[in-house]
Protein backbone atom coordinates (compact mmCIF):
# COMPACT_ATOMS: atom_id res chain seq x y z
CA UNK A 1 0.00 0.00 0.00
CA UNK A 2 2.69 2.31 1.00
CA UNK A 3 4.21 2.11 -2.43
CA UNK A 4 0.87 3.06 -4.05
CA UNK A 5 1.56 6.42 -5.74
CA UNK A 6 -1.45 9.17 -6.34
CA UNK A 7 -4.10 10.28 -4.10
CA UNK A 8 -6.05 7.21 -3.89
CA UNK A 9 -2.61 5.38 -2.21
CA UNK A 10 -2.18 8.02 -0.29
CA UNK A 11 -6.00 7.81 0.89
CA UNK A 12 -5.82 3.98 1.62
CA UNK A 13 -2.41 4.19 3.29
CA UNK A 14 -3.90 7.09 5.88
CA UNK A 15 -6.88 5.35 6.09
CA UNK A 16 -4.52 2.09 7.06
CA UNK A 17 -2.13 3.90 9.56
CA UNK A 18 -5.56 5.82 11.63
CA UNK A 19 -7.04 1.98 11.64
CA UNK A 20 -4.14 0.13 12.91
CA UNK A 21 -3.15 2.82 15.80
CA UNK A 22 -6.76 2.93 16.47
CA UNK A 23 -6.84 -0.77 17.39
CA UNK A 24 -3.73 -0.75 19.12
CA UNK A 25 -4.31 2.32 20.92
CA UNK A 26 -7.58 0.80 21.83
CA UNK A 27 -5.63 -2.69 23.46
CA UNK A 28 -3.04 0.23 25.33
CA UNK A 29 -6.40 2.01 26.33
CA UNK A 30 -7.75 -1.28 27.85
CA UNK A 31 -5.02 -2.34 29.35
CA UNK A 32 -4.82 1.35 31.06
CA UNK A 33 -8.22 0.78 31.94
CA UNK A 34 -8.13 -2.54 33.63
CA UNK A 35 -4.57 -2.03 35.23
CA UNK A 36 -6.46 1.27 37.07
CA UNK A 37 -9.57 -0.74 37.96
CA UNK A 38 -7.75 -3.10 39.96
CA UNK A 39 -5.39 -0.99 41.97
CA UNK A 40 -9.09 1.29 42.90
CA UNK A 41 -10.60 -1.80 44.02
CA UNK A 42 -7.57 -3.34 45.93
CA UNK A 43 -5.92 -0.61 47.60
CA UNK A 44 -8.92 2.04 47.47
CA UNK A 45 -11.88 -0.48 47.79
CA UNK A 46 -13.50 2.02 44.82
CA UNK A 47 -14.92 0.58 41.41
CA UNK A 48 -15.53 2.89 38.53
CA UNK A 49 -18.96 0.75 37.54
CA UNK A 50 -18.70 1.96 34.05
CA UNK A 51 -14.77 0.10 33.85
CA UNK A 52 -16.00 -3.26 32.59
CA UNK A 53 -18.41 -2.10 30.19
CA UNK A 54 -16.18 0.22 28.44
CA UNK A 55 -13.59 -2.37 28.16
CA UNK A 56 -16.03 -5.05 26.62
CA UNK A 57 -16.88 -2.03 24.41
CA UNK A 58 -13.59 -1.86 23.46
CA UNK A 59 -12.61 -5.38 23.19
CA UNK A 60 -15.48 -5.91 20.31
CA UNK A 61 -13.71 -2.97 18.80
CA UNK A 62 -10.23 -4.24 18.64
CA UNK A 63 -11.53 -7.75 17.68
CA UNK A 64 -13.41 -6.65 14.68
CA UNK A 65 -10.70 -3.89 13.82
CA UNK A 66 -8.28 -7.44 13.82
CA UNK A 67 -10.80 -8.92 11.50
CA UNK A 68 -10.20 -6.73 8.60
CA UNK A 69 -6.65 -6.12 9.43
CA UNK A 70 -5.82 -9.64 9.75
CA UNK A 71 -7.51 -9.81 6.08
CA UNK A 72 -5.15 -6.89 4.37
CA UNK A 73 -2.15 -8.39 6.42
CA UNK A 74 -3.12 -11.70 5.21
CA UNK A 75 -2.88 -13.09 8.47
CA UNK A 76 -5.58 -15.32 8.81
CA UNK A 77 -4.56 -18.73 9.43
CA UNK A 78 -5.83 -21.49 6.81
CA UNK A 79 -4.78 -24.92 6.17
CA UNK A 80 -2.24 -24.99 3.61
CA UNK A 81 -2.33 -28.47 2.33
CA UNK A 82 -3.38 -27.65 -0.95
CA UNK A 83 -0.07 -26.03 -1.88
CA UNK A 84 1.74 -29.46 -2.10
CA UNK A 85 -0.62 -30.78 -4.99
CA UNK A 86 -1.49 -27.71 -7.17
CA UNK A 87 0.97 -25.45 -9.25
CA UNK A 88 1.74 -21.54 -7.69
CA UNK A 89 0.45 -20.71 -10.89
CA UNK A 90 -2.93 -22.22 -10.53
CA UNK A 91 -2.88 -21.14 -6.65
CA UNK A 92 -2.37 -17.31 -7.27
CA UNK A 93 -5.78 -17.68 -9.51
CA UNK A 94 -7.52 -19.75 -6.51
CA UNK A 95 -6.16 -16.86 -3.94
CA UNK A 96 -8.34 -14.23 -7.01
CA UNK A 97 -11.14 -16.65 -5.99
CA UNK A 98 -10.89 -16.43 -2.18
CA UNK A 99 -10.58 -13.32 -2.29
CA UNK A 100 -14.32 -12.73 -3.48
CA UNK A 101 -15.50 -14.87 -1.19
CA UNK A 102 -14.09 -12.71 1.89
CA UNK A 103 -15.75 -9.83 -0.28
CA UNK A 104 -19.02 -12.19 -0.06
CA UNK A 105 -18.21 -11.78 3.31
CA UNK A 106 -17.54 -8.22 4.26
CA UNK A 107 -20.99 -7.44 2.08
CA UNK A 108 -22.85 -9.98 4.23
CA UNK A 109 -20.83 -8.22 7.45
CA UNK A 110 -21.83 -4.77 6.28
CA UNK A 111 -24.96 -5.88 5.31
CA UNK A 112 -26.51 -7.29 8.40
CA UNK A 113 -24.43 -5.78 10.58
CA UNK A 114 -26.05 -2.70 9.42
CA UNK A 115 -29.77 -4.26 9.69
CA UNK A 116 -28.56 -5.82 13.15
CA UNK A 117 -27.12 -2.32 14.30
CA UNK A 118 -30.43 0.13 13.04
CA UNK A 119 -32.13 -2.87 14.77
CA UNK A 120 -30.69 -2.35 18.19
CA UNK A 121 -30.72 1.90 17.60
CA UNK A 122 -33.38 2.51 20.59
CA UNK A 123 -31.89 -0.34 23.24
CA UNK A 124 -28.78 1.23 25.34
CA UNK A 125 -25.90 -0.11 27.19
CA UNK A 126 -26.69 -0.93 30.87
CA UNK A 127 -24.45 1.28 33.15
CA UNK A 128 -22.91 4.15 30.43
CA UNK A 129 -26.42 4.57 28.89
CA UNK A 130 -25.09 4.81 25.64
CA UNK A 131 -27.24 3.74 23.18
CA UNK A 132 -25.95 0.06 22.17
CA UNK A 133 -25.35 1.25 18.52
CA UNK A 134 -21.93 2.08 19.66
CA UNK A 135 -21.14 -1.89 19.96
CA UNK A 136 -23.05 -3.18 17.07
CA UNK A 137 -21.43 -0.31 14.51
CA UNK A 138 -18.44 -1.87 14.33
CA UNK A 139 -19.68 -4.68 12.27
CA UNK A 140 -20.62 -2.96 9.59
CA UNK A 141 -16.90 -0.61 9.99
CA UNK A 142 -15.25 -4.11 9.62
CA UNK A 143 -17.88 -5.31 6.61
CA UNK A 144 -17.13 -1.93 4.50
CA UNK A 145 -13.25 -2.34 5.25
CA UNK A 146 -12.76 -5.68 4.72
CA UNK A 147 -15.01 -5.34 1.21
CA UNK A 148 -12.30 -2.96 0.21
CA UNK A 149 -9.15 -4.68 1.25
CA UNK A 150 -10.07 -7.58 -0.74
CA UNK A 151 -11.56 -5.94 -4.24
CA UNK A 152 -8.12 -3.47 -3.99
CA UNK A 153 -6.28 -7.33 -3.51
CA UNK A 154 -8.52 -8.84 -6.04
CA UNK A 155 -7.07 -5.75 -8.19
CA UNK A 156 -3.62 -6.77 -7.81
CA UNK A 157 -2.55 -4.76 -5.18
CA UNK A 158 -0.14 -5.85 -2.18
CA UNK A 159 -1.62 -4.52 0.81
CA UNK A 160 1.08 -5.71 3.26
CA UNK A 161 2.28 -3.43 5.37
CA UNK A 162 4.26 -5.87 7.28
CA UNK A 163 6.83 -7.71 5.27
CA UNK A 164 9.21 -8.18 7.02
CA UNK A 165 9.17 -12.23 8.27
CA UNK A 166 8.02 -12.43 11.59
CA UNK A 167 7.03 -16.30 12.30
CA UNK A 168 6.06 -15.73 15.58
CA UNK A 169 3.01 -14.19 14.60
CA UNK A 170 2.04 -16.75 11.88
CA UNK A 171 0.65 -19.54 14.69
CA UNK A 172 1.51 -18.50 18.11
CA UNK A 173 -1.38 -19.94 19.84
CA UNK B 1 -39.33 -27.42 8.51
CA UNK B 2 -35.91 -28.14 7.78
CA UNK B 3 -34.06 -31.90 7.83
CA UNK B 4 -31.29 -31.92 10.87
CA UNK B 5 -29.36 -34.52 8.79
CA UNK B 6 -29.42 -32.24 5.68
CA UNK B 7 -28.53 -29.32 8.07
CA UNK B 8 -25.90 -30.87 9.97
CA UNK B 9 -24.80 -32.64 6.21
CA UNK B 10 -24.14 -28.86 4.67
CA UNK B 11 -22.38 -27.74 7.92
CA UNK B 12 -19.79 -30.92 8.48
CA UNK B 13 -19.22 -30.54 4.29
CA UNK B 14 -19.17 -26.92 3.47
CA UNK B 15 -16.23 -26.74 7.07
CA UNK B 16 -14.34 -29.72 5.43
CA UNK B 17 -14.32 -28.58 1.27
CA UNK B 18 -13.25 -24.75 2.62
CA UNK B 19 -10.79 -25.50 5.20
CA UNK B 20 -9.06 -27.61 2.40
CA UNK B 21 -9.56 -25.24 -0.37
CA UNK B 22 -7.11 -22.83 1.79
CA UNK B 23 -9.80 -20.59 3.15
CA UNK B 24 -8.83 -18.80 6.52
CA UNK B 25 -9.94 -21.19 9.07
CA UNK B 26 -12.19 -18.40 11.06
CA UNK B 27 -14.17 -17.46 7.74
CA UNK B 28 -14.32 -21.13 7.36
CA UNK B 29 -16.87 -21.67 10.10
CA UNK B 30 -18.29 -18.37 9.66
CA UNK B 31 -19.53 -19.18 5.78
CA UNK B 32 -20.53 -22.92 6.87
CA UNK B 33 -22.49 -21.63 9.92
CA UNK B 34 -24.26 -19.10 7.30
CA UNK B 35 -24.92 -21.68 5.09
CA UNK B 36 -26.75 -23.91 7.39
CA UNK B 37 -28.51 -20.97 8.85
CA UNK B 38 -29.36 -19.91 5.35
CA UNK B 39 -31.11 -23.73 4.81
CA UNK B 40 -32.44 -24.28 8.23
CA UNK B 41 -34.04 -20.86 7.95
CA UNK B 42 -36.12 -21.40 11.93
CA UNK B 43 -38.02 -18.48 12.93
CA UNK B 44 -37.02 -20.15 16.64
CA UNK B 45 -33.28 -20.08 16.09
CA UNK B 46 -32.88 -17.27 13.62
CA UNK B 47 -31.60 -16.50 10.44
CA UNK B 48 -28.00 -16.00 8.48
CA UNK B 49 -28.18 -12.47 10.24
CA UNK B 50 -27.68 -14.33 14.07
CA UNK B 51 -24.56 -15.76 12.75
CA UNK B 52 -22.87 -11.85 12.31
CA UNK B 53 -24.18 -11.32 16.11
CA UNK B 54 -22.82 -14.63 17.27
CA UNK B 55 -19.39 -13.73 16.03
CA UNK B 56 -19.72 -10.60 18.21
CA UNK B 57 -20.96 -12.10 21.13
CA UNK B 58 -17.93 -14.81 20.56
CA UNK B 59 -15.20 -12.12 21.37
CA UNK B 60 -17.85 -9.87 23.96
CA UNK B 61 -15.73 -11.78 26.97
CA UNK B 62 -13.89 -9.65 29.30
CA UNK B 63 -11.46 -13.12 29.74
CA UNK B 64 -10.81 -13.06 26.57
CA UNK B 65 -8.23 -10.08 27.22
CA UNK B 66 -5.75 -12.11 29.65
CA UNK B 67 -5.02 -13.35 26.36
CA UNK B 68 -3.73 -10.45 24.99
CA UNK B 69 -2.04 -9.38 27.95
CA UNK B 70 -0.42 -12.47 28.64
CA UNK B 71 1.06 -12.34 25.13
CA UNK B 72 2.06 -8.60 25.34
CA UNK B 73 4.04 -9.66 29.20
CA UNK B 74 5.93 -12.47 26.92
CA UNK B 75 6.76 -9.89 24.24
CA UNK B 76 7.71 -7.21 26.25
CA UNK B 77 9.91 -9.58 28.51
CA UNK B 78 11.63 -10.63 25.68
CA UNK B 79 12.15 -7.73 24.03
CA UNK B 80 13.86 -6.45 27.70
CA UNK B 81 16.96 -9.43 27.38
CA UNK B 82 15.00 -12.27 29.37
CA UNK B 83 16.21 -14.99 27.14
CA UNK B 84 20.31 -14.43 28.21
CA UNK B 85 18.83 -13.93 31.74
CA UNK B 86 16.99 -16.91 31.59
CA UNK B 87 20.03 -19.09 29.77
CA UNK B 88 22.36 -18.15 32.91
CA UNK B 89 20.03 -18.92 35.22
CA UNK B 90 19.30 -23.02 33.31
CA UNK B 91 23.16 -22.86 33.08
CA UNK B 92 24.25 -22.30 36.96
CA UNK B 93 21.66 -25.52 37.64
CA UNK B 94 22.52 -28.22 34.99
CA UNK B 95 25.22 -26.52 32.70
CA UNK B 96 27.97 -28.59 34.14
CA UNK B 97 26.25 -32.44 34.03
CA UNK B 98 27.44 -34.43 30.77
CA UNK B 99 25.87 -32.91 27.45
CA UNK B 100 25.25 -29.73 30.30
CA UNK B 101 24.53 -27.42 27.05
CA UNK B 102 21.53 -30.01 25.86
CA UNK B 103 19.90 -30.03 29.46
CA UNK B 104 20.37 -26.18 29.62
CA UNK B 105 18.40 -25.42 26.68
CA UNK B 106 15.58 -27.24 27.46
CA UNK B 107 15.47 -26.07 31.40
CA UNK B 108 16.21 -22.55 29.75
CA UNK B 109 12.68 -23.43 27.52
CA UNK B 110 10.66 -24.62 30.53
CA UNK B 111 11.51 -21.23 31.91
CA UNK B 112 11.05 -18.63 29.20
CA UNK B 113 8.18 -20.72 28.12
CA UNK B 114 6.50 -20.21 31.88
CA UNK B 115 7.02 -16.09 31.00
CA UNK B 116 5.99 -16.37 27.06
CA UNK B 117 3.60 -18.86 27.07
CA UNK B 118 4.43 -19.34 23.37
CA UNK B 119 6.65 -21.93 21.50
CA UNK B 120 7.35 -20.13 18.76
CA UNK B 121 8.48 -17.58 20.66
CA UNK B 122 10.50 -19.86 22.90
CA UNK B 123 12.21 -21.32 19.60
CA UNK B 124 12.76 -17.71 18.77
CA UNK B 125 14.50 -16.66 21.72
CA UNK B 126 16.27 -19.51 23.28
CA UNK B 127 17.03 -20.76 20.08
CA UNK B 128 19.00 -17.94 19.16
CA UNK B 129 21.39 -17.74 22.09
CA UNK B 130 21.59 -21.44 22.81
CA UNK B 131 21.72 -23.27 19.33
CA UNK B 132 25.23 -21.17 17.89
CA UNK B 133 26.73 -21.65 21.40
CA UNK B 134 25.78 -25.59 21.26
CA UNK B 135 27.27 -25.76 17.70
CA UNK B 136 30.32 -23.87 18.86
CA UNK B 137 30.87 -26.36 21.83
CA UNK B 138 30.92 -29.25 19.21
CA UNK B 139 27.14 -29.98 19.31
CA UNK B 140 25.90 -31.00 15.96
CA UNK B 141 23.48 -28.26 14.49
CA UNK B 142 20.70 -30.59 13.52
CA UNK B 143 20.55 -31.77 17.11
CA UNK B 144 20.51 -28.15 18.97
CA UNK B 145 17.45 -27.51 16.80
CA UNK B 146 15.83 -30.73 17.56
CA UNK B 147 16.66 -30.32 20.83
CA UNK B 148 14.96 -26.57 21.31
CA UNK B 149 11.76 -27.33 19.03
CA UNK B 150 10.91 -30.22 21.30
CA UNK B 151 11.84 -28.00 24.81
CA UNK B 152 10.28 -25.25 23.31
CA UNK B 153 6.59 -26.99 23.62
CA UNK B 154 7.09 -26.73 27.14
CA UNK B 155 5.88 -22.89 26.61
CA UNK B 156 2.12 -24.18 25.85
CA UNK B 157 1.36 -26.14 28.74
CA UNK B 158 3.21 -24.48 31.91
CA UNK B 159 1.48 -22.08 33.46
CA UNK B 160 0.53 -18.85 32.80
CA UNK B 161 -0.22 -20.42 29.23
CA UNK B 162 -2.40 -18.39 27.55
CA UNK B 163 -3.11 -21.31 25.22
CA UNK B 164 -4.81 -22.82 28.24
CA UNK B 165 -6.80 -19.59 28.50
CA UNK B 166 -7.82 -20.09 25.22
CA UNK B 167 -9.08 -23.09 26.42
CA UNK B 168 -11.14 -22.59 29.12
CA UNK B 169 -12.61 -19.64 27.39
CA UNK B 170 -13.90 -22.01 24.65
CA UNK B 171 -14.58 -25.09 26.96
CA UNK B 172 -17.07 -22.44 29.00
CA UNK B 173 -19.23 -21.98 26.01
CA UNK B 174 -19.57 -25.85 25.32
CA UNK B 175 -23.26 -26.90 26.44
CA UNK B 176 -23.49 -30.54 28.01
CA UNK B 177 -26.14 -32.51 29.77
CA UNK B 178 -26.12 -31.70 33.63
CA UNK B 179 -26.31 -34.29 36.42
CA UNK B 180 -29.78 -33.40 37.78
CA UNK B 181 -31.16 -33.34 34.37
CA UNK B 182 -31.69 -30.60 31.33
CA UNK B 183 -28.03 -28.48 30.08
CA UNK B 184 -25.56 -26.70 31.71
CA UNK B 185 -22.27 -25.14 30.44
CA UNK B 186 -18.70 -26.01 31.09
CA UNK B 187 -17.25 -23.72 33.45
CA UNK B 188 -13.19 -24.22 34.24
CA UNK B 189 -11.59 -22.67 36.98
CA UNK B 190 -8.70 -21.12 35.23
CA UNK B 191 -6.01 -20.95 38.27
CA UNK B 192 -6.59 -24.63 38.44
CA UNK B 193 -6.35 -24.99 35.17
CA UNK B 194 -3.01 -22.98 35.18
CA UNK B 195 -1.79 -25.45 38.42
CA UNK B 196 -2.88 -28.32 35.93
CA UNK B 197 -0.19 -27.41 33.82
CA UNK B 198 2.79 -27.86 36.40
CA UNK B 199 3.00 -31.66 36.40
CA UNK B 200 2.55 -32.46 33.05
CA UNK B 201 5.19 -29.77 32.10
CA UNK B 202 7.62 -30.81 34.51
CA UNK B 203 7.05 -34.46 33.33
CA UNK B 204 7.59 -33.61 30.08
CA UNK B 205 11.19 -31.84 31.00
CA UNK B 206 12.55 -34.48 32.98
CA UNK B 207 11.38 -37.13 29.64
CA UNK B 208 13.48 -34.23 27.20
CA UNK B 209 15.95 -34.21 29.79
CA UNK B 210 16.60 -38.06 30.13
CA UNK B 211 16.44 -37.95 26.18
CA UNK B 212 18.85 -35.48 26.04
CA UNK B 213 21.09 -36.82 28.28
CA UNK B 214 21.24 -40.30 26.89
CA UNK B 215 22.49 -38.53 23.16
CA UNK B 216 24.94 -36.48 24.84
CA UNK B 217 26.53 -39.06 26.72
CA UNK B 218 26.45 -41.00 23.70
CA UNK B 219 27.99 -38.78 21.35
CA UNK B 220 30.41 -37.61 23.86
CA UNK B 221 28.92 -34.32 23.89
CA UNK B 222 31.03 -31.68 26.46
CA UNK B 223 29.99 -30.08 30.13
CA UNK B 224 29.22 -26.75 30.02
CA UNK B 225 31.90 -23.91 31.33
CA UNK B 226 31.64 -23.55 34.95
CA UNK B 227 29.96 -20.58 36.13
CA UNK B 228 32.38 -18.92 38.93
CA UNK B 229 31.37 -18.02 42.06
CA UNK B 230 30.80 -14.45 42.56
CA UNK B 231 28.73 -14.40 39.43
CA UNK B 232 26.09 -16.88 40.87
CA UNK B 233 24.05 -14.49 43.09
CA UNK B 234 24.36 -11.98 40.13
CA UNK B 235 22.94 -14.64 38.29
CA UNK B 236 20.10 -15.99 40.16
CA UNK B 237 19.37 -12.25 41.50
CA UNK B 238 18.39 -11.37 37.93
CA UNK B 239 16.85 -14.87 36.86
CA UNK B 240 14.53 -15.05 40.19
CA UNK B 241 13.73 -11.09 39.45
CA UNK B 242 12.51 -12.38 35.78
CA UNK B 243 10.08 -14.71 36.97
CA UNK B 244 8.07 -12.28 39.24
CA UNK B 245 5.98 -11.33 36.12
CA UNK B 246 4.68 -14.86 36.25
CA UNK B 247 4.39 -15.39 40.09
CA UNK B 248 2.30 -12.09 39.60
CA UNK B 249 -0.01 -13.60 37.56
CA UNK B 250 -0.16 -17.21 39.10
CA UNK B 251 -0.45 -16.19 42.80
CA UNK B 252 -3.36 -13.52 41.98
CA UNK B 253 -4.95 -15.93 39.72
CA UNK B 254 -4.49 -18.80 42.02
CA UNK B 255 -5.37 -17.26 45.17
CA UNK B 256 -8.42 -15.99 43.92
CA UNK B 257 -7.45 -12.19 44.35
CA UNK B 258 -7.52 -11.07 40.80
CA UNK B 259 -8.57 -13.04 37.26
CA UNK B 260 -6.96 -13.92 34.75
CA UNK B 261 -7.39 -10.67 33.07
CA UNK B 262 -6.23 -8.80 35.81
CA UNK B 263 -3.78 -10.03 36.67
CA UNK B 264 -2.58 -10.01 33.23
CA UNK B 265 -3.32 -6.09 33.04
CA UNK B 266 -0.85 -5.83 36.40
CA UNK B 267 1.69 -8.33 34.76
CA UNK B 268 2.05 -5.41 31.33
CA UNK B 269 2.77 -2.86 33.50
CA UNK B 270 5.20 -4.56 35.71
CA UNK B 271 6.92 -5.77 32.61
CA UNK B 272 7.45 -2.65 31.17
CA UNK B 273 8.32 -1.28 34.36
CA UNK B 274 10.97 -3.82 34.76
CA UNK B 275 12.43 -4.28 31.40
CA UNK B 276 12.60 -0.24 30.86
CA UNK B 277 13.68 1.00 34.21
CA UNK B 278 15.30 -1.78 35.88
CA UNK B 279 17.21 -4.10 32.86
CA UNK B 280 17.20 -0.58 30.96
CA UNK B 281 16.96 -3.34 27.98
CA UNK B 282 13.46 -2.28 26.96
CA UNK B 283 13.69 0.44 24.37
CA UNK B 284 10.72 2.88 24.18
CA UNK B 285 11.30 3.08 19.93
CA UNK B 286 10.87 -0.51 20.43
CA UNK B 287 7.43 -0.20 22.13
CA UNK B 288 5.25 0.18 19.13
CA UNK B 289 6.85 -2.77 17.15
CA UNK B 290 6.17 -4.59 20.51
CA UNK B 291 2.66 -3.65 20.39
CA UNK B 292 2.05 -4.31 16.86
CA UNK B 293 3.45 -8.05 16.95
CA UNK B 294 1.02 -8.29 19.53
CA UNK B 295 -2.11 -7.07 18.32
CA UNK B 296 -1.03 -8.83 14.77
CA UNK B 297 -0.58 -12.62 17.00
CA UNK B 298 -3.84 -11.58 18.83
CA UNK B 299 -6.00 -10.56 15.35
CA UNK B 300 -6.42 -14.42 14.37
CA UNK B 301 -7.21 -16.06 17.71
CA UNK B 302 -9.93 -13.29 18.43
CA UNK B 303 -11.38 -14.13 15.01
CA UNK B 304 -11.59 -17.31 15.79
CA UNK B 305 -12.95 -16.81 18.85
CA UNK B 306 -15.73 -15.00 17.32
CA UNK B 307 -16.32 -17.15 14.47
CA UNK B 308 -15.80 -20.33 16.86
CA UNK B 309 -18.86 -18.34 18.59
CA UNK B 310 -21.25 -18.87 15.74
CA UNK B 311 -19.96 -22.34 14.66
CA UNK B 312 -20.80 -23.35 18.36
CA UNK B 313 -24.31 -21.60 18.24
CA UNK B 314 -25.14 -23.58 15.05
CA UNK B 315 -23.60 -27.12 16.46
CA UNK B 316 -25.63 -26.78 19.60
CA UNK B 317 -28.85 -26.07 17.46
CA UNK B 318 -28.46 -28.89 15.77
CA UNK B 319 -27.45 -31.65 18.85
CA UNK B 320 -24.25 -32.08 17.23
CA UNK B 321 -22.47 -32.84 20.54
CA UNK B 322 -23.93 -35.13 21.51
CA UNK B 323 -24.13 -37.20 18.05
CA UNK B 324 -20.48 -37.21 17.59
CA UNK B 325 -20.76 -38.28 21.33
CA UNK B 326 -22.59 -41.19 20.42
CA UNK B 327 -20.21 -42.14 17.38
CA UNK B 328 -17.30 -42.15 19.68
CA UNK B 329 -18.91 -44.25 21.70
CA UNK B 330 -20.69 -47.00 19.59
CA UNK B 331 -16.99 -47.18 18.56
CA UNK B 332 -15.78 -49.03 21.91
CA UNK B 333 -17.30 -48.45 25.55
CA UNK B 334 -13.84 -48.93 27.09
CA UNK B 335 -12.58 -45.42 27.72
CA UNK B 336 -9.03 -46.11 27.14
CA UNK B 337 -10.05 -46.98 23.51
CA UNK B 338 -11.80 -43.74 22.94
CA UNK B 339 -8.78 -41.97 24.90
CA UNK B 340 -5.78 -43.35 22.65
CA UNK B 341 -8.49 -42.90 19.32
CA UNK B 342 -8.66 -39.15 20.36
CA UNK B 343 -5.26 -38.71 21.00
CA UNK B 344 -4.59 -40.33 17.79
CA UNK B 345 -6.94 -38.26 15.45
CA UNK B 346 -5.32 -34.83 17.54
CA UNK B 347 -1.64 -36.22 16.55
CA UNK B 348 -2.89 -36.38 13.51
CA UNK B 349 -4.74 -33.19 12.84
CA UNK B 350 -1.83 -31.23 14.59
CA UNK B 351 0.23 -31.61 11.50
CA UNK B 352 -2.22 -30.03 8.89
CA UNK B 353 -3.49 -27.63 11.97
CA UNK B 354 -2.10 -24.93 13.76
CA UNK B 355 -2.70 -24.84 17.32
CA UNK B 356 -5.75 -21.88 17.79
CA UNK B 357 -7.89 -23.46 15.23
CA UNK B 358 -7.55 -26.81 17.00
CA UNK B 359 -8.28 -25.70 20.19
CA UNK B 360 -11.12 -23.66 19.03
CA UNK B 361 -12.62 -26.09 16.73
CA UNK B 362 -12.29 -29.60 18.91
CA UNK B 363 -13.00 -28.29 21.97
CA UNK B 364 -16.54 -27.99 21.73
CA UNK B 365 -16.74 -31.70 19.42
CA UNK B 366 -14.31 -33.92 21.62
CA UNK B 367 -15.14 -32.46 25.52
CA UNK B 368 -18.48 -33.49 25.38
CA UNK B 369 -17.17 -36.89 24.54
CA UNK B 370 -14.45 -37.07 27.25
CA UNK B 371 -16.86 -35.54 29.96
CA UNK B 372 -19.07 -38.54 28.87
CA UNK B 373 -16.15 -40.82 29.50
CA UNK B 374 -15.58 -39.28 33.07
CA UNK B 375 -12.74 -36.87 32.27
CA UNK B 376 -12.32 -33.81 34.09
CA UNK B 377 -12.73 -31.11 31.70
CA UNK B 378 -8.98 -29.38 33.27
CA UNK B 379 -7.36 -32.97 32.43
CA UNK B 380 -9.29 -32.48 28.96
CA UNK B 381 -7.81 -29.46 28.21
CA UNK B 382 -4.35 -30.26 29.19
CA UNK B 383 -4.14 -33.25 27.09
CA UNK B 384 -5.51 -31.18 23.81
CA UNK B 385 -3.42 -28.70 24.52
CA UNK B 386 -0.09 -31.08 24.87
CA UNK B 387 -1.45 -32.37 21.56
CA UNK B 388 -1.65 -28.77 19.72
CA UNK B 389 1.62 -28.45 20.93
CA UNK B 390 3.27 -31.60 19.33
CA UNK B 391 1.77 -30.35 16.52
CA UNK B 392 3.55 -27.42 16.21
CA UNK B 393 6.80 -29.90 15.76
CA UNK B 394 4.86 -31.71 12.94
CA UNK B 395 4.93 -30.88 8.81
CA UNK B 396 3.02 -29.91 6.90
CA UNK B 397 2.30 -26.32 9.36
CA UNK B 398 5.14 -27.36 12.01
CA UNK B 399 5.65 -23.86 12.86
CA UNK B 400 7.98 -24.48 15.91
CA UNK B 401 9.76 -26.73 13.73
CA UNK B 402 10.05 -23.98 10.68
CA UNK B 403 11.33 -21.53 12.78
CA UNK B 404 14.38 -23.88 14.79
CA UNK B 405 15.06 -25.22 11.58
CA UNK B 406 15.42 -21.85 10.18
CA UNK B 407 17.63 -20.72 13.18
CA UNK B 408 20.08 -23.32 13.36
CA UNK B 409 19.95 -23.22 9.37
CA UNK B 410 19.47 -26.71 8.73
CA UNK B 411 16.64 -28.39 6.74
CA UNK B 412 13.41 -29.48 7.90
CA UNK B 413 14.26 -33.09 6.88
CA UNK B 414 17.38 -33.22 9.43
CA UNK B 415 15.70 -31.25 11.80
CA UNK B 416 12.83 -33.52 12.02
CA UNK B 417 15.55 -36.43 12.47
CA UNK B 418 17.12 -35.09 14.58
CA UNK B 419 13.93 -34.41 16.29
CA UNK B 420 12.37 -37.79 16.61
CA UNK B 421 13.98 -39.46 19.60
CA UNK B 422 12.05 -36.33 21.44
CA UNK B 423 9.24 -36.85 19.86
CA UNK B 424 8.87 -40.60 21.21
CA UNK B 425 9.31 -39.06 24.35
CA UNK B 426 6.83 -36.51 24.11
CA UNK B 427 4.65 -38.91 23.09
CA UNK B 428 5.23 -41.30 26.36
CA UNK B 429 4.71 -38.26 28.69
CA UNK B 430 1.13 -37.87 26.74
CA UNK B 431 -0.25 -41.30 27.47
CA UNK B 432 0.68 -40.77 30.83
CA UNK B 433 -0.86 -37.11 31.27
CA UNK B 434 -3.98 -38.68 29.59
CA UNK B 435 -4.06 -42.30 31.30
CA UNK B 436 -3.22 -41.42 34.91
CA UNK B 437 -5.62 -38.49 35.51
CA UNK B 438 -3.60 -37.33 38.70
CA UNK B 439 -0.88 -35.87 36.94
CA UNK B 440 -3.20 -33.39 35.72
CA UNK B 441 -5.31 -33.48 38.93
CA UNK B 442 -3.30 -33.68 41.71
CA UNK B 443 -2.33 -30.16 41.93
CA UNK B 444 -5.52 -28.10 41.31
CA UNK B 445 -6.83 -30.71 43.79
CA UNK B 446 -5.05 -29.33 47.24
CA UNK B 447 -6.59 -26.16 46.63
Known sequence: ?173 | MYDPNIAIAILAVTFVVLLFLRLPVALTLVISSIATMFYMQDPFMGYIDIVAQQTLQGVNAFSLLAIPFFILTGQLLGEGGLANRIVSLANLFVGRLPGGLSLVNSVACMFFGNLSGSAVADTSAIGSVMIPIMVKKGYSPEYAVGVTISSAIQGVIVPPSHNLVLYSIVAAGVVVPAAGGGMERVGIDVGKLFLAGIVPGVLLLITLCIVGLTISIRRGYPKGDAVAWKQVPGILFHGILSFTPAFVILGSVISGLATATEAGAVAVVYSFFLGAFVYRELKFNRLWAVLVRTFRTVLMVFFLIGASGAFGYVMTTLHLPDLITQAFLSVSHEPWVILLLINVLLLLLGGPMDMAPMIVILTPVLLPVCLQLGMHPIHFGIMLVFNAGMGLLTPPVGTVLFVGCAIGKVSVLEGTKAMWPFFLAMIVALLIITFVPAVSLWLPGLL
Open chain 1, 1 to 173: MAKKKGRIGRFFLFLDKTIEAYAIGLLVFLILNVFVAVIMRRFFGHMAPWSEEISLLSLTWFSFMGIAIGFREELHLGMDLLDHFIPAKALAVWDRVIDVVVIAFGLYLTYYGAEFTLKMGTSTLAITGWPNMVQYIVMPITGVLTTIYSVLRLLGMDLRRYNQVEEEIKADV
